[in-house]
């Protein structure tokens, strides 16, 4: 258990370098810096772009999950699954500091 309670309690933070807009009334990211591993945009939900702003900002899993139970009135688990999988794949695309 205290391993996951550390986990959640690591601090996590986008790479510089993504620039988020609004297109066509779609929220999509694009890589304003040419060495970052993006090519194209991807596109968020909003429940992803709630995440993606605070990550921006710098934030745990713990503050991810409590702001979109805040946001969205969702469970707790639902809340933790959500977050893990975007956390997951922002590892993935190496999208993490």
């Known amino acids: 258990?205290?391993?996951?309670?550390?986990?959640k309690e690591i601090y996590m933070k986008l790479k510089?370098?993504?620039?988020?807009?609004e297109i066509a009334g779609e929220c999509v990211v694009l890589a304003a810096d040419s060495a970052l591993n993006?090519?194209?945009m991807i596109t968020l939900n909003s429940t992803a772009k709630t995440m993606w702003l605070l990550v921006s900002e710098g934030a745990t899993m713990d503050g991810l999950v409590d702001a979109l139970i805040?946001?969205?009135g969702i469970s707790r688990e639902?809340?933790?699954?959500?977050a893990e999988s975007f956390v997951k794949r922002l590892q993935e695309?190496?999208?993490l500091a």
């Open 1 to 7: 258990m205290l391993a996951a309670r550390r986990q």
């Open 16 to 21: 510089s370098g993504f620039v988020l807009k």
């Open 38 to 40: 993006l090519d194209g």
């Open 70 to 72: 805040a946001e969205y």
């Open 78 to 82: 639902l809340a933790t699954d959500a």
């Open 93 to 95: 695309l190496d999208f």
